[in-house]
């Protein structure tokens, strides 16, 4: 099963680790993007996430099929993607995957992140310290995507 | 800090991914190592660990050590062992690091739980599924440690 979410809820990794979770299932590997407090040399007070929701989970989605792909030993994927503000030290988003032996769920959650931080059409921004403003809006440093896609579609 | 515990109470994933998580990092990797329900063809029901555990938290240590040589940007480091019962589902283990940037802690997780099965002297026997008996008390496949070590210092 995939179990795929953008939430503006915090995302809790407790209960991401019980869903992937499975009785003939050694291993759970899990990876969690947190808000770190500098960017650029600024002080980062919090992040702000916007999706293109639908396309979001179906890039996901795709993520999820290349994984079974390459691992067909997976058993559950979670992958939850926080929106709207994300403090310093929360997090932004959490992969899980479990598999009955371990290279498998490890593997996979690298290659997810990797993956999503491509082809996800998240954008965030920093909100800096006092008297330091706003980033703008902007695609992940890695994204793949071409710039006229998303002033076509999205922005 | 280094986080190291071994425990006959259950492991929680969300506390120890809070305990390593830290302002100045963008990143958490976590390996759980759970309770599979088969082993060899035959039904678990839990599995038992016993640990020589002075040695056992020494060598986690050591562990740490060797991390933090390969991985300098690492900030903290989770490793907590469960002993005693542990139903199927469950973790017998629970890895955590946090580093500024993911690419540290997703290798470093992968190397500490390699490091973990070879030679922290952690026991397991399975109990089976009724009328299957329990197996011997067995060190781990992958333990490199020599067989008379063993046999003078624990078994």
């Not at 809790?12 to 499975?22: C, K, P, T, W």
């Not at 290349?66 to 926080?82: V, Y």
């Not at 032996?101 to 997810?112: I, K, Q």
């Not at 931080?117 to 071409?146: F, I, L, M």
Request: glycine share 6%.
């Amino acid at each position: 099963m995939n179990y795929l979410k953008l939430t503006f809820d915090k995302l809790e990794v407790g209960e991401i680790n019980e869903l992937v979770a499975h009785e003939s299932c050694g291993a759970i590997s899990l990876f969690v993007g947190t808000t770190r407090d500098n960017f650029d040399g600024k002080t980062v007070v919090l992040l702000q996430y916007e999706a293109y929701e639908a396309m979001a989970l179906k890039t996901m989605n795709h993520i999820c099929d290349e994984m079974r792909l390459r691992w067909p030993d997976i058993k559950h994927i979670g992958i939850h993607h926080r929106l709207g503000m994300v403090p310093v030290k929360e997090a932004s988003v959490v992969i899980a995957v479990s598999s009955p032996h371990r290279n498998a769920s490890l593997e996979a959650v690298h290659f997810a992140i990797d993956e999503l931080k491509k082809s996800v059409p998240v954008w965030k921004k920093e909100q800096y310290a006092d008297g330091e403003g706003c980033s703008e809006w902007k695609e992940n440093r890695e994204c793949t995507w071409s710039k006229s896609y998303k002033d076509s579609h999205i922005l």
